[in-house]
């Protein structure tokens, strides 16, 4: 019901900068947070930046400093900020979005974006 398309994902050299996006559409009701989550080969997923509709965040604590989540609630779409990049951020990033109908909570993920960071 609602998809989720990410971009901005690619090669970036240590202590650069990338910025994704995830819009999120099919959507009946209003998406309650979005969030971006990670995963690196032989890691488990790890939550790297959430943020409500009000626009309330929270960070992982390995970005803190260096990122930074955005939104636009108009367009249901989600931003990433990130800055002074390091080769252990390299991951498959994955947009997850949620929305709470009738109390009821359905959780929407993306199909993820590869980011290298180079040494």
């Known amino acids: 019901q609602v998809q989720l398309v990410e971009s901005g994902g690619g090669l970036v050299q240590a202590g650069g900068s990338l910025r994704l996006s995830c819009a999120a559409s099919g959507s009946r009701f209003s998406i309650n947070a979005m969030a971006w989550y990670r995963q690196a080969p032989g890691k488990q997923r790890e939550l790297v930046a959430a943020?409500?509709?009000?626009?309330?965040?929270n960070y992982g604590d390995s970005v803190k400093g260096r990122f930074t989540i955005s939104r636009d609630n108009a367009k249901n779409t989600v931003y990433l900020q990130m800055n002074s990049l390091k080769p252990e951020d390299t991951a498959v990033y994955y947009c997850?979005?949620?929305?709470?109908?009738?109390?009821?909570?359905?959780?929407?993920w993306g199909q993820g974006t590869q980011v290298t960071v180079s040494s």
């Open positions: 997850n979005a949620v929305r709470i109908v009738v109390g009821v909570e359905y959780d929407y």
């Open positions: 943020i409500t509709s009000g626009g309330s965040t």
